[in-house]
């Protein structure tokens, strides 16, 4: 006789046969129409933070290249916001319930990463991890929604990789289109609940200088996100850089390393600047934070490197406009004045 197939409880309904079940109406949950003087009124709560600064609720696209970490960044982050304490090191977090599906691993994999992260600390009971899911047009929606249903406190949702997940696109939809359906399918339970998706993806092989077009795809996934943050790779101190911009996250650039035999990724403080440059530009640059204006003497008085070192490297950091020329100092790009 066979056995019936078995559907994770952690995904799915405990109860035999029961199918996924859609999401119920948001009327109660989310006002959609005011007028101008209703809207005005209105006092809204701050949005939901998973990782403050970061992670906001909403969609947020988490992309980079091939074995850059992004795994190994989204799940030391799953571990940390169901845990709570400390994110990245240094950023804290309200601990509560998170999903994440790891569709490219196996179970031991994420038992020998996690043994890895976790060294003596306990594993959190608030992260459930999956290894299988249907795409989120076909019943995945459903199962992650009924896990929210169970979990009502729950602060983030990771899917790992989207690709996995996204589903077949409609017929004759265009390429634009059919990407923002596909995110569409993850706004639609990060609004209804009000929590943090993560969706982990690629980027493209050609590199830009606007990291948003760097990410798979056509515009239609950023622009679909609430949030995208781009990991690539970095020169200097830094192992990484972490850019990201979205409707409630200010745009900026944070400086990583990541530490192989911990699995673990860690926020470096200061400008990302500052770590993605080599030692020497480094010193002039927090110098010249510090003192803007200053000519090529002081900074070396200052800092104590060789007067013509100071001299030729400001001179190379003007030309890739590291700093900016002004009155016959030096100032940082976008401070004190420096105009890029």
């Not at 696109?169 to 943090?196: E, L, Q, T």
């Not at 798979?216 to 996100?225: F, Q």
């Not at 850019?243 to 990541?258: I, K, M, Q, S």
């Not at 530490?259 to 770590?275: K, S, T, V």
């Amino acid at each position: 006789m066979n056995e019936p197939p078995y559907n994770p409880p952690h995904l799915y309904s405990a109860h035999a046969g029961s199918e996924p079940q859609p999401l119920q109406p948001a009327q109660q949950r989310m006002r959609t129409a005011w007028t101008a003087d209703e809207l005005m009124a209105t006092e809204f709560p701050a949005p939901r933070w998973a990782v403050p600064g970061l992670i906001s609720e909403g969609v947020n696209l988490l992309a980079g290249p091939p074995k850059v970490g992004k795994s190994w960044l989204s799940l030391g982050l799953a571990l940390s916001v169901a845990a709570g304490g400390m994110a990245m090191d240094s950023v804290p977090v309200e601990g509560g319930p998170v999903l994440y599906l790891a569709l490219e691993d196996t179970a031991r994999r994420l038992q020998s990463r996690m043994g890895k992260m976790l060294g003596s600390d306990r594993a959190p009971s608030n992260l459930t991890l999956a290894t299988s899911c249907p795409p989120l047009p076909q019943g995945g929606g459903e199962a992650i929604s009924q896990w929210v249903e169970r979990n009502p406190d729950a602060r983030m949702v990771v899917i790992d990789v989207f690709a996995k997940m996204r589903g077949v696109s409609a017929p004759g939809s265009s390429a634009y289109d059919a990407d923002y359906a596909a995110v569409g399918h993850a706004k639609r339970i990060a609004d209804h609940y009000g929590i943090a998706v993560v969706l982990v993806h690629h980027v493209r092989k050609a590199a830009s200088d606007d990291f948003l077009t760097e990410v798979s795809g056509t515009n239609g996934l950023a622009g679909a996100a609430d949030a995208t943050l781009v990991l690539k790779r970095a020169r200097g101190q830094a192992d990484g850089v972490l850019h990201v911009t979205g409707r409630d996250v200010d745009e900026a650039e944070y400086a990583l390393r990541f530490y192989a035999e911990a699995g673990a990724w860690q926020l470096l403080e200061g400008p990302a600047a500052d770590h993605t440059i080599g030692d020497t530009r480094a010193t002039i640059l927090r110098y010249v934070r510090a003192h803007p204006g200053a000519k090529p003497k002081a900074i070396a008085e200052g800092t104590n490197l060789d007067p013509t070192l100071v001299r030729q490297t400001c001179s190379r950091m003007a030309n890739d406009v590291q700093l900016i020329r002004k009155a016959g100092g030096y100032v940082v790009p976008g401070e004190n004045g420096g105009q890029a």
